[in-house]
């Protein structure tokens, strides 16, 4: 049983969480914030029957699919009738409330979603992860009711595949410096133009968050909700990656789009509020996969360090291959209840877990690296070859410290908090 199914088993918490607290900024100034920590939290009954039905139905279709995987890898391209597949099973709609047509399920219960696709292949996490974790997570928790109601449905079922586009050529870490702009028209409405970079589910997508400068008293910038069929975007060619290559990477360019005013996302000026909101409340989410990611690999780990023999005894004999393994379960374990924690702030209302979302992040995603690293230096010369997955799950995990954030921006952010 993992950590997070354990947690199913214990005693729901009488009181819950001090919500206007944070427990990692509390520790900042040496207080171990314990109305926040104890006791360990429990999944909701409602959430634990919808996610053994969903992890067994994704367990169903993508057990087997293994060479698959790898051939989408080569071939850079998930088929159009995989997608189709993922929309049919619901993944599209994992967070967006029931009333909307989804499946309303938590922030923890995502993650573990999320944990469970990723063991198979990282690329189909990135493509449901795209969407709800950052795609249309800005309308989840910025939206207007008129906004939501026209577009939740739609983004339920995949009909509408979202994407978050704030990355440019000259704007990574330095999210301020975006110069795609938002010029504000007589009746309202706002011409944009510019162009955006590495935008995941860039070319699938129908539906994105765009954040332009919008200059004002109120704020530099704005976010935005944009229509890929809207006169005046367009998206490049799938980009040629390292990892996570069958998830689609594009470029996304707005020329002279007419956006009506009712579109804002949020406030005008306040974009910047609505992008790092996103980003924060997304990252349990990439968590969520790396730990996916770490138990598939100790699976496999274990698996061949017992088969495989060497000066006649098996290598799982030596104390050296006995470590890694060790150190990956230590990292997998504190990783997956790490993440849960952060998933559980999140889910009770608590205000303030920016700093304990990057703490998972850059704790899960390293996690991974050393991990993917381990297992094919245990499976050795074997690990290195394309017939078995370990190159890939190396290649794959290598995106995790530098997307949503890189990890030294993210040090970044918890150092300052501390200081
Ligand atoms: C496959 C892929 C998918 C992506 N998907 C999306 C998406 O869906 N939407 C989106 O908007 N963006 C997306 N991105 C963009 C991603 O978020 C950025 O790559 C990331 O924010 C880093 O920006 P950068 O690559 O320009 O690196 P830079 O900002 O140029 O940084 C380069 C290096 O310098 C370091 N650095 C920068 N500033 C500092 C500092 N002040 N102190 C210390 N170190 C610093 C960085 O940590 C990094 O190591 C994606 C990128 C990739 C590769």
Known sequence: MNTIESAVSTDAKASGPLTDQSVAKQLLFGNVLEENLFPYPAINDRDREVLGMIVESIDRFLEGKQADFARWDRAARQPDEFVQSLRELGLFGLIIPEEFGGLG??????????????????????TIGAHSSI????????????????YL??????????????????AGSDAAAIRTAAKRNADGSFTLNGEKLWITNGGIADFYTVFARTDGPEGKVTAFIVEAAWPGVSHGAHEDKMGIRASCTTTVAFNDVRVPAENVLGEVGKGFKVAM???????????GGAVGGMKALIRRSVAQAQERKQFDRSISEYGLVREKIAQMTVECFAAESAVWMVAHYIDSGCE????????????ASEAMQRTAYESLQIAGGNGYMRELPYEQYVRDARILPIFEGTNEILRLYIALSSL
């Open 153 to 170: 449905p739609k983004l339920a079922t995949g009909e509408m595949i979202a994407a978050f586009c704030l990355t440019e050529s000259g």
């Open 105 to 126: 399920l938590s922030n923890a219960a995502y993650a573990r979603v999320l944990a469970q696709t990723s063991s198979y292949d990282s690329s189909v996490s990135l």
């Open 135 to 150: 795609g249309m997570k800005g309308l989840l928790l910025f939206g207007t009711a008129e906004q939501k109601a026209r």
């Open 352 to 363: 303030d877990y920016s700093v304990e979302a990057a703490i998972t992040k850059v704790f």
């Open 277 to 287: 909101g996103i980003l924060n409340n997304g990252r349990t989410g990439l968590g």
